[in-house]
């Protein structure tokens, strides 16, 4: 849903998604691109943060190694095998489809060895400009992973000392957007070394907020509704802060009441890495498709195809996926890190 927006869109020059004619949009991409979905990253940082250190008494240097090892396996190689593959998928669309692609970005075919290298860690130094993200762009969740597994030493040095102290320093942090400068990396600094927090102490966030849940859930869909009516005005810059502190507690108990609940098919469980890996740029060009054949360019119909752009891209990524492990399932599962 992050990657299914509209929002960036033009025509001539001119946006399609506005908050004067399309309010309605507008509201249902903060909710949920800006609001809830926004959480997601950092959830993952934490609970990759909390899973390094949870199963070890202390890090030591053999621990470390063998941390590491795994997360060549887990980690690095997807990682560079999926921004390769999104390199040709971008280098055989722009010679195919040449009007789908933006006019913006550098074509592939004009790429120096420099380019080539840059596309497996920042973007921007291809094209001049635009996010700090490798050519597969929600990869840039595994590329600051790897630097935060690499950096897990000092991670732990500190927060073994620190204990609770650099619990509530790391949230402080966050809260008054101390490392700002370091754009998405402080999301990993931060979530990365709280879930490690947790990890070396071994405590449980949800057995110590057990008698707060409901009071944070309600806490966090009154702050959504705050959050949706003042989503423009810069005075209340703490108020997204506080809404996403109560989210971050919220998702963690949807979570832990569901799985105890429910249980979801192996295909969809199975299918999470491959579909993280390509949704974006499926809806890339499905999003650029559906502008240039749309007969119909209103509000509601905006907020319909936004949610329609990613069913497709969910169901065709679980379809890739299930044709890859059922003709190649050792390739599958190598690539998808081993999951």
Avoid at 107 to 117: E, I, Q
Avoid at 133 to 161: C, E, H, K, Q, T
Avoid at 203 to 211: A, C, D, R
Avoid at 277 to 289: Q, T
Wanted: glycine share 6%; net charge positive; hydrophobic share 55%.
């Amino acid at each position: 849903l992050i990657h299914a927006t509209l929002i960036y869109e033009q025509k001539n020059g001119t946006p399609y998604i506005n908050e004067i004619d399309t309010p309605i949009y507008c509201g249902v991409d903060f909710l949920f691109r800006q609001s809830i979905c926004s959480l997601a990253v950092p959830l993952f940082f934490f609970i990759s943060g909390m899973l390094f250190f949870w199963n070890i008494e202390k890090l030591n240097l053999k621990i470390f190694e063998r941390k590491i090892k795994t997360r060549i396996t887990s980690l690095f190689i997807p990682y560079i095998f999926w921004n390769l593959l999104i390199l040709v998928y971008v280098l055989l669309v722009q010679q195919i489809f040449p009007g789908i692609m933006s006019a913006k970005n550098k074509l592939v075919s004009d790429y120096s060895v420099v380019d080539f290298l840059n596309c497996f860690w920042n973007m921007s130094l291809v094209n001049n400009g635009g996010g700090n993200f490798p050519i597969d762009g929600p990869l840039w969740f595994i590329r600051d992973l790897i630097i935060m597994n690499l950096l897990s030493p000092a991670v732990y040095f500190v927060l073994s000392r620190l204990k609770g102290w650099g619990a509530m320093a790391l949230f402080a942090i966050w809260f008054f957007d101390l490392l700002s400068k370091f754009g998405n990396f402080s999301t990993a600094i931060l979530f990365y070394s709280f879930g490690a927090y947790w990890g070396i102490t071994k405590s449980n966030i949800l057995k110590k907020t057990e008698k707060f849940h409901q009071l944070i859930m309600g806490g966090y869909i009154i702050l959504l509704i705050l959050a949706l009516i003042y989503k423009n005005v810069d005075t209340v810059p703490y108020l997204f802060k506080i809404e996403k502190a109560f989210g971050f507690l919220s998702i963690l108990w949807m979570s832990f009441f569901c799985s105890g609940k429910y249980h979801f098919s192996k295909l969809l469980t199975g299918a999470t890495f491959v579909m993280f890996a390509v949704h974006s740029d499926i809806l890339k060009v499905f999003i650029k498709i559906f502008f240039k054949m749309s007969p119909w360019h209103f509000d509601t119909f905006y907020v319909l195809a936004y949610f329609i752009l990613a069913t497709v891209a969910i169901v065709l990524s679980v379809s890739f996926y299930w044709m890859l492990n059922r003709c190649m399932p050792r390739f599958c599962r190598f690539i998808s890190g081993g999951r």
